[in-house]
């Protein structure tokens, strides 16, 4: 297994930018999608962003779409979440999440490797 590590999640003000990371110490190689969920107690799990590490396609979910981007760094073996005009809303646990499998998507099921998540938390 890949271990995953996300990092830069914090606390800022509404409208506010945030950059989180995700790294896997033996690399994405192996891996063909990685997706970024986010969660709040008591709620479902929800994919906000997700990438096709070879084509590099993306897809995002309506709630974040022209204020988040999905982005990698094969060099640096890192992938990124860019989170701009961030809203209270935004506030959650950030997970990255990667598959090996054909299957690229927002559900939380296609993914088997997890980060720990980062907590992202946004004041109005």
């Known amino acids: 297994q890949v271990p995953l590590v996300e990092s830069g999640g914090g606390s800022v003000q509404a409208g506010g930018s945030l950059r989180l990371s995700c790294s896997a110490s033996?690399?994405?190689?192996?891996?063909?999608?990685v997706g970024w969920f986010r969660q709040v107690p008591g709620k479902k799990r929800e994919g906000v962003a997700r990438?096709?590490?070879?084509?590099?396609?993306?897809y995002y979910s309506d709630s974040v779409k022209d204020r988040f981007t999905i982005a990698q760094d094969n060099a640096k073996n890192t992938m990124y979440l860019e989170m701009n005009n961030l809203k209270p809303e935004d506030t959650a646990m950030y997970y990255c999440?990667?598959?090996?499998?054909?299957?690229?998507?927002?559900?939380?099921?296609?993914?088997?490797?997890w980060g720990q998540g980062t907590q992202v938390t946004v004041s109005s």
């Open positions: 999440a990667a598959t090996p499998a054909s299957v690229c998507s927002l559900d939380s099921a296609a993914f088997h490797l």
């Open positions: 033996r690399g994405f190689r192996e891996i063909s999608c």
């Open positions: 990438i096709w590490r070879l084509s590099g396609k993306t």
